[in-house]
């Protein structure tokens, strides 16, 4: 009798078909095009007749292994492998939409987002209105009759904000909109928002499913029917993922379960000893009681994700000042790694968008953004502590 196998199992017996060779551990297919045995095999292939390999751009073995994976973890029929979490998230707008359409997306979306919306979609005739996190009331109203897709990220980068999967998706399907979700804060393993009515969903590969700060990597999943659509658009506009950070990102969801557990664990002991600090002024994490959304991150998610923000007392030169005493803590921008990251959010990864738009969504001159990482809690919080004091 067989059972239905649990996400970690999936994650690690998730292979690619063996090869001749009989290997154990999945081989890299650095291939740019596959071999047709036969003219009308070139045929069938091309004309979609029968599945397989042509030309890396439109799948490769280890792009197929990482996405039947994801596929597994968020609950999707199919997905699309991308160089990056920005060309997930353009494709998986651009996939859909066309010149007089609109969007209604959250003002509380990483930095390059904001930018597509506001800077690049609007050259082709595609314009967006943005929707405020704590009036959930009007969001209804925002849509209108060209209003193709709602565009959100929860929990959002930096602010944490916890956006209400199945009460949007409802407003969606009402309307005929597609909900599109970032889901690279809380990845698969936190938060599968198909499974809440969202229709699409992107990642950053780059974050917690690579985890180890080493390749960049990006994917779209959803319904056959809707990923039919991201495949035609990426297929010909070419945003593929290499086969050789497809594979590194293969073998890190193995372990995802395992270093998320550790993630959260770290991340939440973290902000409950900056809850406590003199020093702090404001701490944001999904699972602290303080969250103004705890309830919904307790019903959406199931540990609250390895990002912490706080603000420090005495504002951004505060802030400049805790960067700098910073000792064992990387300083760098990037986020989702085994080693604690800090970043300051307004000068580096928002910098390019307005104080005013900043602040509207809680990026506050002094907020540090902690990813949390996977050395030993009581040495994370030893080095928080010290560069604390340290700027005083
Ligand atoms: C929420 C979110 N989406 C997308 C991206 C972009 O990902 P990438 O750097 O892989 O292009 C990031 C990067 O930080 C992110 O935080």
């Given at each position: ?7 970690e ?10 090869s ?38 439109f799948s ?9 994976k ?13 160089a ?7 494709s ?10 609109h969007?209604?997306?959250?003002r ?13 979609l ?23 009759p060209?209003?193709?897709m ?16 199945e009460?949007l ?5 009402k ?34 499913i ?62 409950q ?9 404001k ?11 705890y ?6 998610m ?6 912490v ?13 805790f ?13 989702g ?14 910098s390019?968008i ?12 002094g ?17 928080v ?8």
């Amino acid at each position: 009798m067989s059972q239905k196998r649990k996400f970690e199992t999936n994650a690690i017996r998730t292979q690619m078909k063996r090869s001749q060779n009989r290997e154990h551990s999945s081989p890299i297919y650095m291939s740019t095009s596959f071999i047709f045995e036969d003219a009308e095999q070139a045929r069938a292939l091309f004309a979609d007749e029968i599945p397989g390999n042509i030309y890396t751009r439109f799948s490769n073995p280890n792009n197929s292994e990482f996405i039947d994976k994801i596929c597994l973890m968020e609950g999707a029929e199919d997905g699309f492998a991308t160089a990056s979490g920005m060309s997930a998230v353009f494709s998986s707008i651009a996939a859909f939409l066309r010149s007089g359409d609109h969007i209604v997306a959250s003002r509380s979306l990483f930095g390059s987002t904001i930018q597509i919306l506001t800077q690049l979609l609007p050259r082709w005739g595609i314009t967006c209105t943005f929707a405020d996190i704590d009036q959930p009331e009007i969001w209804e109203s925002l849509i209108k009759p060209n209003t193709k897709m709602v565009v959100v990220e929860t929990p959002s980068n930096p602010a944490l904000d916890i956006i209400d999967l199945e009460w949007l998706s409802k407003i969606c399907n009402k309307h005929n909109v597609l909900l599109n979700v970032d889901n690279c804060f809380a990845t698969p393993y936190l938060q599968q928002p198909l499974k809440w009515g969202a229709h699409i969903v992107t990642h950053s590969a780059t974050k917690f499913i690579d985890g180890q700060g080493r390749a960049i990597g990006g994917i779209i999943v959803g319904s056959k029917e809707l990923i039919k659509e991201v495949r035609f658009f990426c297929r010909h506009t070419g945003p593929a993922l290499s086969p050789f950070n497809a594979w590194i990102l293969s073998k890190s969801l193995e372990t995802l379960a395992l270093r998320m557990d550790r993630h959260c664990d770290n991340a939440l002991k973290l902000a409950q000893f900056l809850e406590a600090h003199p020093e702090v002024e404001k701490v944001k994490y999904p699972f602290l009681q303080s969250h103004p959304q705890y309830e919904l991150a307790k019903k959406q998610m199931k540990a609250g994700g390895g990002i912490v923000t706080f603000i420090v007392k005495g504002g951004l030169e505060r802030g400049r000042k805790f960067l700098n005493a910073a000792e064992m803590l990387s300083h760098t921008a990037n986020l989702g790694d085994s080693r604690t990251i800090i970043t300051h959010s307004a000068s580096t990864t928002h910098s390019k968008i307005s104080e005013e738009e900043r602040e509207k969504v809680g990026i506050l001159p002094g907020l540090i953004r902690i990813s949390t990482g996977l050395e030993h809690i009581d040495d994370i919080i030893y080095e928080v502590g010290q560069a604390l004091e340290k700027s005083k």
